[in-house]
């Protein structure tokens, strides 16, 4: 079938351009005049059989041509939609399994306060309702239509929102990128380019006011440390008795080294075999006990439940908004999966599934009063009875996979921005970037999630801190939201404020009634959100008044000069690799290390790493090499820029960093700034050199031909790394300066701890502990 309408697309094609060609030659030989035309019709007849056979004969290999770009487009559309199918499915174990498990205990947390003395059908319609309308607007349609495209170039979660408001105007605080030096491609996006004066009056307010910034970056960071919160009571939400809950917990937490794409095969079967029982069950239900509960789709059953109940339907919204608990993580584990993927999962096959869910136990409680606080598994029919119970035991450790693949994530984007303390990340995947396991993590999760169930042993109580903490993140990425469809969609103003008021007004109404229950287990996710937005305000701030401290007290180039006669500096053979945040001039700690020690190597490399915000850099544009000083000094400096979601590979840093220097010493005398071409380029002469350096954000300049002077720069180079290659890095310690208030010395206190007992530089860069140099120093901040 592809074959023929390839084939067919040629031909009409074909045909389109002879004829093209007959009008030409029609409208040529009548432009001549009579005297072509009294030539004969001969003559005519031969150029028209001439030229109709030229043309035949190029379009024969047009033909060709479009039946190999057809057979082209057709693959690649079945691998993408291939691919994408795989994705889906993996993405069922890996996402939806909290949002899929919630109708084990959504109506038993409704009706578990006063709204258990309203037993009557139009309170069971009225909350099937609200579950169904919620389930609609907030996953349906603001998650899986709105929120994940707002993506960052494909990662998604709360900082990628924030990131992308950084990049397109001035309201971020964590501006990582130099002054000096390119932003390249990777900061292009393809958004609106039309400014109205809202966007424009936002910008300007956010750019004016810093107060204003560090109220967006706090709640940005209470968005993430929400999430945090989420993934620690999320594992805990289950009927089992305590000792087969931790059980089950340690074995799931043991499970995540084997990273997401495993963990997803292995769990996705089972979310599958779940959902279709519950779709299965609900079905058999609505048909046999009440079929009449499918009115519950109308609105107005909502509005009846509310003029019934009162105060106690409103306290029952707790229990409700577990309905949506996961749908947050859909937009978080982005970065594992693709917008496509996740959308055709839940719009194909988890949302119908549980909607029917619903409808089933609605329907059995209409006929069962007297099991409301069970009617989930009373309502399943004896004869399935166990199997569904092992499917949803299975099930429920499936659940808690969606939070903690969401906290790896969130975790990597706060560590990459200097959010949070430094812990080891472990890429799983070489496909896709974004699957990575942390073990502190996983492991630290595991003990606070076993700290919860010993302490609670009550789902309901966890219920009431779940809810709570699920709705904060949620009315947080709706307030980011504003911003984004403002500032970077440029949209109306009118279009954000409705999205505002469609879902703002929905979750703050459910908040609401969260906050009313923070004395019966809310206080849990408050709590421990407030400690970790504590712990990563204090890790940026003190990470800002450390690079502070360098920045003032770096030495200048000229006065490092003056500073070798008199101290009678000596260089070493070999290479040294200076590891420093100071983008000029000599870093301090260099300059303390050489005025205690007169002597370094004969080669020194200032290396600066820099995190963008932006996921992922192009590795043609990572490394900047630049000269300092004169060529006869022998010191460069090389920025290197990774994205927040850029594997760091610490095995090769080296190589590439040398292969970058001898292709600098090659193309530019100490009068160019930068390079950054990767060598494979040069290769195919200047002409694609040129036209690279002028698309590209780096300047080239004109060829140059081999010097004699560079040729022994060169060698040199290649000299001294024969000798060995050292690493030098800082092992500061920031302690609070004499007459600091006592917050700050507070702040700066526990930064300097957490500095001390958190993984060590050296290890996170994956510095060989042979060639290590640290050096050192009390930063009096």
């Keep these: 079938m592809l074959d023929a309408v390839s084939v067919l697309f040629g031909l009409v094609f074909l045909f389109k351009v002879e004829q093209c060609g007959m009008q030409i030659l029609k409208a040529t030989v009548n432009g001549n005049g009579m005297a072509v035309e009294n030539r004969g019709v001969c003559f005519k007849s031969s ?27 057709v693959h690649y559309l079945q691998e993408y939609y291939k691919s994408t199918l795989c994705l889906a499915y993996q993405s069922l174990g890996v996402v939806y399994g909290d949002l899929s498990t919630s109708p084990i205990y959504v109506y038993k947390s409704t009706f578990s306060g006063r709204l258990r003395l309203f037993e009557e059908d139009h309170e069971i319609l009225g909350v099937l309702s609200l579950i169904i309308w919620t389930l609609t607007l907030i996953s349906l349609c603001k998650y899986v239509i709105f929120v994940l495209s ?3 170039k494909g990662e ?16 971020g605080l964590l501006h990582t990128f130099q002054a000096g030096h390119p932003h390249g491609s990777f900061y292009d996006d393809v958004t609106s380019s039309r400014e109205n004066k809202i966007s424009l009056a936002i910008k300007a307010f956010f750019e004016k006011h810093q107060s204003s910034r560090v109220v967006l970056l706090l709640v940005v960071l209470l968005g993430t440390s929400m999430v945090l919160g989420d993934g620690i009571l999320t594992p805990t939400m289950s009927d089992y008795t305590v000792s087969t809950a ?13 990273g997401t794409r495993s963990v997803g095969f292995l769990f996705a079967p089972i979310l599958v075999a779940w959902l279709l029982c519950l779709a299965g069950v609900g079905l058999y239900n609505v048909v046999h006990w009440n079929p009449r509960v499918i009115r519950a789709v109308s609105p107005y059953y909502i509005y009846d439940f509310f003029r019934i109940t009162g105060k106690a339907g409103w306290s029952s919204l707790g229990g409700v908004v577990l309905s949506i608990t996961g749908a947050e993580a859909m937009f978080a584990d982005l970065g594992h999966f693709s917008q496509c993927s996740l959308r055709m999962a839940f719009a194909g096959f988890v949302y119908p599934c549980l909607l029917l869910a619903y409808m089933g136990e609605a329907a059995y409680l209409s006929k069962h009063r007297e099991d409301l606080q ?9 004869p399935f009875f166990w199997p569904f119970l092992i499917i949803a035991t299975l099930a429920t450790v499936v659940a808690s996979q969606a939070v903690i693949s969401a906290t790896f994530s969130i975790i990597t984007q706060c560590r990459a921005l200097k959010c949070f303390p430094r812990v080891k990340i472990v890429h799983t995947s070489d496909e896709i970037h974004g699957r990575i396991y942390i073990p502190e993590v996983n492991w630290a999760l595991m003990v606070l999630c076993l700290a919860v169930v010993l302490g609670f042993r009550d789902t309901d109580s966890i219920g009431n801190a779940y809810g709570l903490a699920v709705v904060c993140v949620m009315f947080v990425t709706t307030c980011l939201m504003f911003l984004i469809i403002t500032t970077v969609w440029k949209r109306n103003v009118l279009v954000a404020l409705i999205f505002v008021v469609m879902f703002g007004s929905v979750e703050l109404l459910y908040l609401s009634a969260c906050l009313a229950k923070v004395h019966r287990g809310g206080w849990v996710p408050l709590v421990s959100s407030l400690v970790i937005l504590c712990l990563m305000s204090i890790w940026k701030y003190g990470t800002i008044e450390k690079l502070s401290f360098e920045q003032q007290n770096k030495v200048g180039l000229d ?12 260089r070493v053979p070999g290479i040294g690799l200076v590891y420093s945040n100071v983008p000029s001039g000599v870093p301090p700690m260099f300059a303390h290390f050489v005025t205690n020690f007169p002597a370094f190597h004969q080669v020194v490399i200032f290396v600066t790493l820099e995190t963008l915000l932006v996921p992922r850099v192009p590795a043609n544009e ?26 760091r590979d610490s095995y090769d840093f080296e190589s590439h960093i040398m292969d970058k220097a001898v292709e600098f010493l090659q193309r530019v005398d100490h009068n160019d700034e930068m390079f950054g071409t990767p060598l494979s380029l040069l290769n195919h002469g200047i002409d694609a050199v040129a036209a690279i350096s002028e698309n590209g954000p780096f300047a080239l300049g004109r060829r140059r031909s081999m010097k004699s002077g560079e040729l022994e720069e060169v060698k040199k180079l290649t000299e001294a790394r024969q000798v060995g290659v050292a690493y030098m890095i800082g092992n500061t310690c920031v302690v609070p300066r004499k007459g600091s208030f006592f917050l700050k010395k507070l702040a700066i206190n526990i930064y300097g701890f957490l500095r001390q007992n958190c993984r060590r530089p050296a290890v996170s860069l994956g510095i060989p502990h042979t060639s290590l140099l640290e050096v050192g120093m009390i930063y009096h901040v």
Excluded: W
Aim: charged residues 20%; proline residues 2%; positive net charge.
């Design 156 to 171: 998604g979660g709360t900082f990628a929102l924030y990131s992308l408001l950084c990049r397109h105007s001035n309201m």
């Design 622 to 647: 990572r490394f900047l090499i630049s000269q300092v000083g004169s060529r006869e000094l022998r010191i460069l400096r090389c920025t290197v820029r990774y994205g927040y979601k850029d594997l």
């Design 559 to 570: 006065r490092f000069l003056t500073l070798g006669p008199s101290l009678g500096i000596q």
């Design 150 to 152: 707002a993506d960052d």
């Design 47 to 73: 150029i028209a059989v001439v030229f109709s056979l030229t043309v035949k004969s190029h379009f024969v290999v047009v033909e060709k041509k479009i039946l190999e770009l057809s057979h082209a487009c």
């Design 374 to 382: 069970n009617s989930f598994y009373k309502a399943i029919p004896e």
């Design 246 to 258: 931790c059980v089950i917990l340690m074995i799931l937490f043991s499970l995540q080294h084997y």
